[in-house]
């Protein structure tokens, strides 16, 4: 398939993921705020703009994170190229580009969530509860998604959706926990105090996983099983591991159907085997925040192997 | 007259650039002022591509670079017998109507300066002398002086300075035959420095213009002359950079800086295992 | 409204027979041909759909023509026909009142189109070869070499099968029974054909009880056959199944949907020039695989934007060293770049004269009448009558630039005038024609509305035309302007079986 075609898909679905994290960024920051901090909100809303790299931009035009101006950067903003506007546009418009190598329910998806965002652009602000809107988001996010599974041919093009999907959703995972932890845990002796389970069930909230989670493991909720949910557990749909799992799946059925492979296979093949293999000890050991750090700096790398091996046409 | 040419193009690109692409005009023409002895192109890690002889008679040969690269030479060397014609094209198979030559680009519009330069062309006895006094018209106007105008001068604003180089000549030549329904177009090529030294670039250029009966025929107005065997005709073009004898374009971020060498020379054909050609040799760079 | 009007045979145009315009046929006309209803009889073509017409219960008519638009608006079909520009996400409204063509009067038609296709790819491998038709004297010279769209990168190449115009798009109108003109050629990349097949489409799906009345030929066959066409004009060099891809100006270019729907009903690449690279003698594209080399290549792209080192230097756009590859037999452009020389508005008034030429006929397909008003005795007269005339600008498209007399206040009329007196050059004249009209669906039921017709012909190895077009309907009452950007609207085309 044409290189950039592999890109607008690949695109397609980064964005789509960026938009779902933006809601669930909004969600999680305003629950915060309707509670008493360590920090006071302000920092709580500062650490969750960091995880989505656009702190420097809301400081510049907004200043002070006042919970209106984070909703109309999170969702609305235009200069926000993280926001959920901003998201579902670039989506859309890498959908129309591509538009013959997606079904028309995936289409239709793509389109309806597009239309539909111009609708809520035009209501007037006091009539959109915020859980109205990152309700929608996550609806449509999941219409897109569950599209693609249900309609679209298991070719190459299927497999850079996925790989999209994978990647940004790592990463995001990464970067949510990186932040959580880094800012608001600056010693390790604060974990398992009261308000320290409240910010990691407010993170796991945020990655719809809390439910989730006390299945999984029950009783006390302690920064090890956190942290091995949400980076080495493979039943866990957000989990670093489950990621890159997913990640080497595409890439292989793609080495597979090319009769060739890349260095991204060898470098996704290396990222997994060291997650199968490690423990929650051993990061911990590493420090957790050091071995964040290094998964997403290795999963840039990814993104990079990614792109000179398949998107970026100069493929040989 | 036995001419030797050694012209380089080296371009540097500060950063590797990728896919580059060539289109080169540098096998002299085939017609009966000149017969090539031997003639070689290389383009450093360059793949050939088509080759073709276009309408204008002219052979093209493409050429690309995969890259990576930081830079790229391409090198024509070569011997060419050639014979005194007194500007004519005798003998050059071309399919293009000379009145495609009429039609005006940017660097050879008549301008009111240019229009009242054509004038000169009032009281002319026949098409030929025509030619001669607006020839004649355009050397009186435009002094030799290089380095006052650049590659994108036009024909207009080298008038308004009365000062230029060949390429200048050519296109305010042009540019006044075309305004008197003379077909004319931009001649690129190579000349040897004459005995005298006067002062005159290897890599050059002049014009040819339309004569019913006679066909083409160029007229060097920077030398106030018509092209004789010292000159190489190349290739020609509505102005100089349709006519240009390398036209690329480098895929990447990189700036590309340029230098050009050219020297031509009388001298032995390399075949005959002489070693560099002695004789006059005149060499020149640019930025 | 009865205005001074140009009809062929005998009919139309007002105050002859004073001069240079005495042979053009101008007579006054005092209606304009209706294609369901002559002499309050309906004429056979419509037969079966004056019951439809007559029997379908306004609601339903609306619900349908609200199903329709949804159809439309989902599929994405939202583009402006013949490079009008405008509004991307712009819906062309869309008319169920089919028009309907007998197999006879098709069959003429056909014949008359192939015709002129044959005899403009004839005057393009001439012009750009030994030029006979010049040297004849029966084209001004200047007319073809001093012309805008004249490539001399092109002179002494001939294409694969000697085919420069691949979709050639011929404009026409009809004002009588028999009775039909040329408006204009489009030999470079004619859009509109989507809208011929999306029309048949929907009006399949919203009515296949008409189809099961009226046997109504395909047009479903059109992508398959114009892949056949591109195929058929793949290079020497090229062995086996050759490889096409739609080059597109890419996706903010207002016919990108039409480009993606060729593109996917083809089972071929849509390109952008980006996705190109030249390396040694082809060109190839870029794949996740990989190079994958193209040997054919439809470009809906303008000539001065296919390749930096050969047109525009300053134009990043296009594939450098492309025309070389091209040149040297390494790939097929359609339209060959230079194409559109053929289809200059002031060449066109020689076109007929290209058929007599090249294929030793009579035209079938008449042209309208010009006066070039770069002609002193034909600027005079344009001059003269204004009112009555449309003015074109000769290298103008999409109804912009142009002057409808009749239509124009005195001020635009002025206006004009004065334009036309700065630069004669680049204007022509026709007299204002009677375009027939077909029933329309409009606001108040049905009425009948102006129309024209573009059907799209192929030409590769054998000359192919899908009986149908695209009919472009101007929606506004008495309007004769039916481009899209001004109230135009489309309708299904339908040609009967016999």
């Not at chain 1, 400081?59 to 903003?77: C, H």
Request: hydrophobic share 40%.
């Amino acid at each position: 398939m044409l290189s950039r075609t592999a890109d607008n898909l690949y695109w397609i679905a980064r964005y789509m993921e960026r938009a779902d994290i933006a809601a669930r960024l909004l969600e999680v920051g305003s629950r915060i705020t309707l509670l008493p901090s360590a920090h006071g909100y302000r920092s709580e809303w500062d650490s969750l703009l960091q995880s989505s790299g656009t702190a420097d931009g809301f400081a510049r035009k907004y200043g002070d994170p006042v919970q209106r101006n984070l909703e109309s950067w999170l969702f609305f903003d235009r200069d926000n190229p993280s926001s959920v506007a901003s998201c579902i546009t670039a989506a859309r418009e890498n959908g129309r580009i591509v538009r013959t190598a997606l079904t028309s329910q995936v289409w239709d998806a793509l389109n309806t969530a597009f239309q539909e965002l111009r609708q809520l652009e035009r209501t007037p602000r006091s009539e959109l509860e915020l859980s109205r809107l990152t309700d929608w988001v996550m609806r449509h996010a999941a219409m897109v998604r569950g599209a693609i599974d249900a309609t679209l041919l298991r070719d190459d093009g299927y497999n850079f959706l996925n790989i999209g999907y994978y990647l940004e959703r790592g990463d995001n995972t990464a970067r949510l926990m990186d932040v959580k932890y880094y800012v608001l845990l600056p010693s390790l002796d604060l974990v398992g105090s009261g308000i320290d389970n409240y910010q990691w069930i407010t993170l796991l909230r945020a990655m719809g996983a809390q439910r989730a989670f006390h299945w999984a493991y029950g009783g006390e909720v302690t920064a090890a099983k956190i942290a091995d949910f949400l980076i080495l557990n493979p039943q866990s749909p957000r989990a670093i591991i489950t990621c890159v799992a997913g990640m080497n799946n595409h890439l292989g059925r793609l080495a597979k159907a090319y009769g060739r492979s890349t260095r991204a296979q060898a470098k996704a093949a290396a990222m997994l085997a060291e997650l199968e293999t490690t423990n929650v000890e051993a990061i911990f050991d590493e420090g957790l925040h050091e071995f964040l750090s290094r998964f997403i700096g290795e999963s840039a790398e990814l993104g990079t192997l990614i792109h000179e091996g398949y998107l970026s046409g100069d493929v040989r | 007259m036995r001419l030797s040419v050694d012209h380089v193009t080296k371009y540097s690109y500060d950063q590797p650039v990728r896919g580059v692409v060539q289109s080169h005009r540098l096998t002299p023409s085939a017609f009966e002022g000149q017969t090539v002895l031997d003639w070689q192109i290389e383009v450093s890690d360059g793949t050939p591509g088509g080759q073709f002889r276009d309408g204008a008679g002219d052979r093209i040969q493409s050429w690309s670079v995969q890259g990576p690269v930081t830079e790229i030479t391409v090198r024509v060397r070569g011997t060419v017998e050639t014979v005194d014609l007194a500007g004519m094209l005798k003998g050059h198979r071309e399919t293009v109507k000379p009145e495609v030559y009429l039609r005006e680009t940017k660097a050879t519009w008549a301008d009111p300066g240019l229009v009242a330069l054509a004038a000169a062309v009032e009281g002319a006895a026949n098409p030929l002398d025509a030619a001669h006094r607006l020839s004649g018209a355009v050397a009186d106007a435009i002094t030799y002086s290089p380095g006052v105008t650049e590659a994108q001068t036009t024909a207009a604003e080298a008038l308004a300075q009365g000062a230029g180089v060949c390429q200048d000549h050519a296109h305010a030549l042009i540019a006044v035959a075309r305004h008197c329904d003379i077909p004319a177009r931009y001649v690129s090529g190579y000349l040897c420095a004459d005995a005298e030294g006067a002062p005159h670039e290897a890599a050059h250029a002049w014009a040819e213009l339309f004569v019913p009966g006679l066909g083409w025929i160029g007229f060097d107005p920077a030398n106030r002359c018509c092209p004789d065997a010292r000159y190489i005709r190349l290739g020609s073009g509505l102005d100089a950079q349709d006519a240009a004898p390398i036209r690329g374009i480098a895929r990447g971020p990189g700036a590309e800086t340029m230098l050009v060498t050219v020297s031509v020379a009388p001298g032995q054909s390399r075949s005959s295992g002489e070693g560099p050609s002695s004789g006059q040799s005149q060499s020149q760079t640019q930025q | 409204m009865r205005r001074a009007l140009f009809s062929p045979k005998g009919g139309c145009l007002t105050d002859l027979n004073k001069n240079p315009e005495q042979d053009r046929g101008v007579v006054q006309v005092t209606d304009y041909f209706n294609e369901m209803y002559q002499n309050g009889a309906v004429r056979p073509p419509y037969a079966r759909l004056e019951d439809w017409m007559r029997t379908m219960p306004a609601e339903f008519r609306q619900m349908k023509q609200a199903e329709a638009e949804a159809l439309f608006r989902r599929i994405g079909i939202t583009f402006a026909v013949y490079g009008e520009g405008g509004d991307p996400d712009r819906l062309i409204p869309f008319d169920m009142f089919p028009r309907v063509f007998t197999g006879q009067e098709w069959a003429k038609l056909e014949r008359g189109i192939k015709q002129r296709a044959r005899a403009l790819n004839a005057f393009l491998v001439d012009v750009y070869g030994r030029g006979e038709i010049v040297k004849a004297g029966r084209i001004p010279a200047r007319l073809v070499y001093q012309n805008e769209a004249y490539e001399k990168a092109v002179v002494g190449f001939v294409p694969p099968k000697g085919v420069y115009s691949h979709i050639v798009g011929i404009d026409l109108v009809r004002t009588g029974p028999e009775d039909f003109f040329v408006l204009e050629d489009n030999c470079r990349t004619p859009s509109g054909v989507s809208y011929m097949l999306e029309n048949r489409e929907i009006m399949m799906r919203m009515f296949p009880d008409l189809f099961r009345e009226n046997r109504i030929q395909p047009v479903d066959s059109y992508s398959e056959r114009l892949r056949r066409t591109l195929a058929s004009v793949a290079p020497a060099k090229c062995k086996g199944e050759p490889r096409i891809a739609i080059l597109t100006p890419g996706h903010f270019n207002s016919a990108y949907y039409e480009h993606s729907f060729l593109a996917d009903l083809m089972g071929v690449e849509l390109v952008e020039g980006q996705d190109l690279f030249v390396e040694g003698e082809y060109v190839y594209m870029r794949t996740t695989e990989g190079p994958k080399r193209v040997d054919v290549i439809y470009r809906r792209i303008d000539d001065a934007f296919i390749d930096p080192l050969c047109f525009r230097p300053d134009s990043m756009l296009g594939v450098p060293g492309l025309m070389d590859v091209y040149r040297s037999g390494g790939v097929s452009i359609c339209s060959a770049p230079g194409a559109g020389v053929a289809d200059d508005k002031a060449v066109y008034t020689f076109v007929p004269e290209m058929v007599r030429f090249y294929l030793g006929e009579e035209p079938i397909l008449n042209n309208v009448p010009t006066w070039q008003c770069n002609k002193a005795d034909d600027l005079k007269y344009v001059l003269d009558k204004l009112p009555e005339l449309v003015v074109k600008e000769v290298h103008g498209s999409g109804g912009y630039g142009m002057l409808v007399g009749p239509k124009a206040s005195k001020a635009e009329i002025e206006t004009f005038r004065a334009k036309i007196e700065a630069d004669p050059d680049n204007y022509i004249a026709q007299p204002t024609l009677a375009l027939s009209t077909t029933p329309t669906f409009v606001a108040e039921g049905i009425a009948p509305r102006h129309v024209d017709l573009r059907p799209y012909c192929l030409v590769g190895e054998q000359i192919d035309l899908v009986p149908g077009g695209l009919t472009r309907v101007a929606l506004t009452e008495g309007s004769l302007v039916v481009n899209s950007s001004q109230g135009g609207g489309v309708k299904d085309t339908w040609v009967l079986a016999e």
